[in-house]
């Protein structure tokens, strides 16, 4: 049993381990006026618009480099 848990403690540990390495990447994608930056991890970190760009324009940028 006690090894079953160290193996899950291992487990969680290079989990933990390529989670920080997957925070440290950057993807950026750009499309129709719209630049949004991503680390590994899915979080967010900047959203570039184009002015003068209308509603629809900027919603359909967005989903699509989020896509």
Not at 24 to 35: A, I, Q
Request: with cysteine.
């Amino acid at each position: 049993m006690f090894n079953k848990l160290k193996q899950l403690k291992d487990l969680r540990s290079h989990a933990k381990t390529m989670q920080d390495a997957l925070a440290e990447e950057r993807v950026t994608e750009e499309r129709g006026g719209v630049k949004i930056v991503m680390n590994g991890n899915m979080e967010v970190l900047s959203v570039i618009l184009n002015d003068g760009m209308t509603k629809e324009a900027t919603e359909s940028g967005v989903k699509t480099c989020v896509n």
